[in-house]
C-alpha cells in the first residue's frame, strides 16, 4: 500500500493529472503484480504519456 501512495504522489507532483485517474491506473498495475514503488511510478509515467 505504501508503494502506491508514493507511486501516486510522484506521478501527480510530476504530471499535474487528475489524482483518481493516476490512483486507478497504478492500481491495475498494482494488481498485475507490480509492487516496487519505482516501478510503480516508472510504469504510470509512461501509461499517462501514452495518452
Not at 2 to 25: F, H, N, P, Y
Amino acid at each position: 500500500m505504501d508503494a502506491q501512495k508514493m507511486a501516486v504522489e510522484a506521478v501527480v507532483s510530476l504530471t499535474g493529472c487528475d489524482r483518481k485517474a493516476v490512483s486507478d491506473c497504478i492500481m491495475k498495475l498494482y494488481l498485475s503484480g507490480i509492487h516496487d514503488a519505482k516501478r510503480l511510478t516508472f510504469r504510470a509515467l509512461q501509461m499517462v504519456s501514452d495518452r
